[in-house]
């Protein structure tokens, strides 16, 4: 297991009372989390996620955790009770497989983002339960819920994540900007294995060089001749973790290589997946896979027959009751048992309502390191 380690927790600050209000700061296509509940639907925009990455909210008595992670493109709903103990989360200071490590304040443990798995501490082992959840934009949203509220920005000064992601993108982005990313990692690297020459490339220590890292933040304003220091809330502001190029902080995962050798040939290791887990069955369904299918795959694992629909903004699954979904004109819509479906809600026009499978978001890569590059639909038999 690949490890970063050595950040503060205050390096990226989880949100533990979030406000939220009817209005949206952001644009139309902007994407947003969505949880739908008895109390009323939430939004959590990815522009504030991508900043905290955390959030401890409760909804309808539930306690839930709200978890986003730029590096592997994890986006997911948690119940963060376990054995009936309520867990508060925030950054465990490190990164395991390019997953940002959760630690939980009550015991201590570190969990994996993507997974919800804890990996190390009093709770190791034990697996956080998926709390039902859809991905869509601001625009769809606000149609399908007027009344429905959107998690607010904190009132908070520029963290040193927002500073160094800022950073990351700029340089990236300047003629010369990766050679300077690059000496810079270079050195972390290979001081980490001079210190360890076992171990010095499976876990590599940060600390030391977070000074380095501050260094970085005001050497790319001295070569831009630009004085931000921080990305803000920006749409693109997590952007550099989105190129095919890019794995994480440090090229510790493997990156473009290792998905060559292992990954599927027909899509790339950034694609978007809806993973779902069933019964301890997890499959991985990617969005070109199922726009190939008419946009509908109807599929069986953990026990369940399931249905997954590909609309112009959402990719779902639901439980299937047995019924035989085809495509119509309308793209949103789905035909099954003398009545149309919405794709991303499971709701049909005579009044019935498909049950929807808790799921996760992840790109491919990410799914496969946790899943196994056989997890992708259509599965091996």
């Known amino acids: 297991m690949q490890v970063i380690e050595g950040f503060d927790t205050e390096f990226i600050p989880s949100i ?16 947003l989390l969505v949880i739908d509940a008895k109390s009323g639907a939430r939004a959590y925009p990815e522009r504030i996620l991508n900043i905290h990455h955390m959030v401890n ?8 955790l709200v978890s986003y992670c730029p590096l592997c493109g994890s986006a997911v709903a948690y119940d963060r009770r376990i054995d009936g103990q309520t867990l508060t989360f925030e950054f465990g200071g490190k990164i395991v497989e390019n997953n940002l490590v959760m630690r939980d304040q009550e015991t201590g443990s570190e969990w994996k983002r993507s997974s919800g798995e804890c990996i190390r501490g009093e709770l190791a082992g034990t697996n956080l339960e998926l709390h039902p959840a859809r991905m869509t934009t601001w625009e ?17 000064e520029p963290t040193l994540f927002q500073q160094f992601a800022g950073t990351t993108t700029g340089l990236l982005e300047h003629p010369a900007g990766r050679e300077v990313m690059d000496a810079a990692f270079s050195l972390i690297r ?17 600390r030391p060089f977070l000074r380095l890292l501050q260094g970085m933040v005001e050497l790319r304003s001295w070569i831009s001749e630009e004085n931000e220091t921080g990305i803000g809330y920006k749409s693109d502001a997590m952007a550099v973790f989105q190129r095919e190029d890019t794995f994480g902080y440090l090229a510790l995962h493997g990156g473009p290589r290792d998905w060559e050798k292992r990954g599927p040939s027909d899509i790339s290791s950034k694609t978007n997946v809806l993973g779902a887990t069933v019964e301890d069955e997890a499959v991985g369904f990617a969005r070109p896979r199922i726009e190939t299918a008419d946009g509908i795959v109807m599929t069986r694992f953990g026990g369940t027959d399931i249905v997954v629909f590909a609309t112009d903004e959402e990719l779902n699954a639901f439980e299937n009751p047995g019924f035989e979904f085809k495509p119509t004109n309308d793209p949103a819509l789905f035909e099954a048992d003398d009545a ?42």
Do not use: C, K, M
């Open 16 to 31: 533990a009372e979030p406000a939220f209000e009817r209005t949206y700061f952001g644009e139309h296509a902007d994407d």
């Open 57 to 64: 909210d409760i909804i309808s008595r539930t306690p839930v």
């Open 140 to 156: 769809a949203f606000h149609a399908a819920h007027p009344s429905g509220v959107v998690l607010q920005r904190p009132n908070t």
């Open 190 to 206: 290979a001081a980490n294995l001079a210190r360890n020459p076992e171990t010095g490339t499976e876990t590599v220590n940060i």
């Open 340 to 381: 149309q479906w919405n794709g991303a809600t499971g709701e049909s026009d005579d009044g019935r309502t498909l049950s929807r499978v808790s799921t996760s978001w992840t790109y491919a890569y990410a799914w496969q390191t946790d899943h196994g590059a056989t997890s992708f639909y259509p599965t091996e038999s």
